[in-house]
C-alpha cells in the first residue's frame, strides 16, 4: 500500500494513506470502536469524498451560499477592514468558491485566503479549484491542522497586521466533529477578539421528514467515500457490511466485519463492529449555546426558508 502526502492520487487509484501516524490512529480506533470522520477526507479518502461532494443530493444537503454571505454582510463588514478569510473545512472548495463569489457580487472581495484542514490531500484538492476560480491575485495559503485536538494558532502565525480576520465553519463542520464544545474551544483559543465567526450547520428535523435526511447517505458515492480510510488500511470491501441508522438526531454509520480480517498486526474477529461515520444534527437553541459558550458574542443568525439550515455570524470577545 503506497502512502502519499500532498501529491496528486495515481492514475490506477490506489488507495493511500498520508502518514504513518493516520494508519496507526485509524487501526487503534477501529480497535476501540469509533472511527473519528475527519479520517473519512484524508488520504485517497479525499478522492472518494471529492466524488461523493461534488453530487447533487451532497450539494442540496448544504447550507445555501447566498444565506451565508447575507448573514455576513448584515453586519456592515468592509474588506479593508478585515485581515482576510480563514476556512476551517473547506471540504473540496466548490461551496467556498460559490461563497467568495456571492460575497464578491455584492461588492465583498477578499484578498488573503487561508485553508485549513485535517488532511493535505484535501486541502491540495480544494486549493487547486479555488486558485483556478479567481484572479492571480488572490492569495491561498494552506495549514495542515487537527483542530479537534489542537488551538488554532496556525491562524495567528497567517494573520498579516491588526485588523480581525473572518473565520469561516460551513458545510456543517461542527456537525461531523468528535466533540463540538472542545473544537469550539480550540478555535476560540487561536483567535483574538474581534475576530468574526461565520458557522452553517444542519438542523434536527421531525420525524416525518428522517427518510429524506438519509438519502444523500443512501448512495454508491457515499458508500465508498465512509468505506475509503478502511480500505486504505487493508481492509478489503466484501469483508465489511455497512449500516446506516438515524439515532437521536444524528446520521450514524456503523461497520461490521462479514469474517476475521488482520491489519498491520491487529487481529479483527468476524462481527466486530464499530462506527465509521457520525454527523449530528441542532437545535436552535443547541448552537446559540455552544457558539456562547465558547466565548463569542452572536451578532446575527438566521434559519433558512427549508428550516435545514442555521447560519450564525459572531464576534469574538
Not at 31 to 60: C, E, N, R, W
Not at 160 to 168: Q, T
Not at 171 to 193: C, I, K, Q, S
Not at 299 to 314: G, L
Amino acid at each position: 500500500m503506497e502512502e502519499l502526502h500532498g501529491r496528486a492520487r495515481p492514475s490506477h487509484g490506489a488507495s493511500f494513506l498520508e502518514s504513518s501516524f493516520h494508519r496507526q490512529a485509524i487501526i487503534e480506533s477501529i480497535s476501540a470502536g469509533a472511527l473519528p470522520l475527519k479520517f473519512a477526507y484524508a488520504g485517497s479518502a479525499a478522492y472518494t469524498h471529492d466524488h461523493y461532494a461534488s453530487g447533487v443530493d451532497y450539494t442540496a444537503m448544504m447550507a445555501s451560499a447566498a444565506n451565508e454571505s447575507d448573514i455576513l454582510l448584515s453586519l456592515g463588514l468592509e474588506a479593508a477592514t478585515v485581515g482576510g478569510i480563514a476556512e476551517l473545512g473547506p471540504g473540496n472548495g466548490l461551496h467556498t468558491v460559490t461563497f467568495l463569489r456571492h460575497l464578491a457580487a455584492r461588492g465583498l472581495r477578499f484578498r488573503r485566503y487561508l485553508a485549513i484542514d485535517f488532511s493535505a490531500t484535501l486541502l491540495e484538492i480544494a486549493c487547486d479549484r479555488l486558485r483556478s476560480s479567481f484572479d492571480d491575485d488572490f492569495l491561498v495559503e494552506t495549514s495542515v491542522w487537527d483542530f479537534e485536538d489542537l488551538p488554532l494558532s496556525c491562524v495567528e502565525r497567517w494573520r498579516a497586521g491588526e485588523e480581525p480576520v473572518l473565520v469561516c465553519l460551513l458545510g456543517h463542520t461542527l456537525g461531523n466533529v468528535e466533540d463540538p464544545t472542545r473544537a469550539l474551544g480550540n478555535l476560540a483559543a487561536g483567535l483574538r477578539n474581534g475576530d468574526v465567526l461565520l458557522a452553517s450547520v444542519l438542523l434536527r428535523q421531525p420525524a416525518a421528514l428522517v427518510e429524506s435526511t438519509m438519502t444523500a447517505y443512501r448512495t454508491y458515492a457515499f458508500r465508498c467515500a465512509a468505506l475509503e480510510p478502511l480500505i486504505a488500511c487493508g481492509l478489503r470491501p466484501s469483508d465489511l457490511e455497512l449500516v446506516l441508522r438515524y439515532v437521536d438526531s444524528t446520521v450514524v454509520g456503523e461497520v461490521t466485519l462479514l469474517r476475521d480480517a488482520r491489519v498491520e498486526g491487529l487481529d479483527l474477529a468476524g462481527g466486530h463492529h464499530f462506527r465509521c461515520f457520525l454527523s449530528r444534527r441542532f437545535t436552535c437553541d443547541e448552537v446559540v449555546r455552544l457558539i456562547e459558550n465558547a466565548g463569542w458574542s452572536i451578532r446575527a443568525a438566521r434559519v433558512d426558508e427549508t428550516r435545514h439550515h442555521m447560519t450564525v455570524a459572531a464576534t469574538r470577545g
